[in-house]
């Protein structure tokens, strides 16, 4: 980025533009250990008794954040089919 574009920049756009050079960083970071996992993966698999997954050798942290995303799912109740059905007049 030239000094000019830098200059004509608003405090929100400079913001936007760091956040996603943060990302596109973060990103590369992390494409460098998982293709590091992946080739230990292929590396042990030939040696394994079970069958290998690449997430057996490690699972990173922005991994089991993600993991604990996902398995945060609330079971409906009986309570809950019950609110519903009166909700919705069923």
């Keep these: ?7 004509q920049l608003t405090p929100d756009e400079f913001g936007e533009i760091v956040k996603q050079w943060n990302r596109y960083k973060t990103d ?17 698999t030939p040696y394994s008794k079970k069958k290998l997954n690449p997430k057996d050798i490690i699972l990173f942290e922005w991994e089991k954040k993600e993991e ?13 089919f019950e609110r519903v059905k009166k909700e919705y007049g069923g």
């Design 28 to 44: 590369l970071y992390r494409t460098g250990w998982e293709q590091t996992r992946f080739m230990a993966h292929c590396m042990l």
């Design 1 to 7: 980025m030239s000094r000019t574009d830098f200059l």
């Design 68 to 80: 604990k995303e996902h398995t945060q799912v609330k079971i409906a109740t009986r309570e809950d």
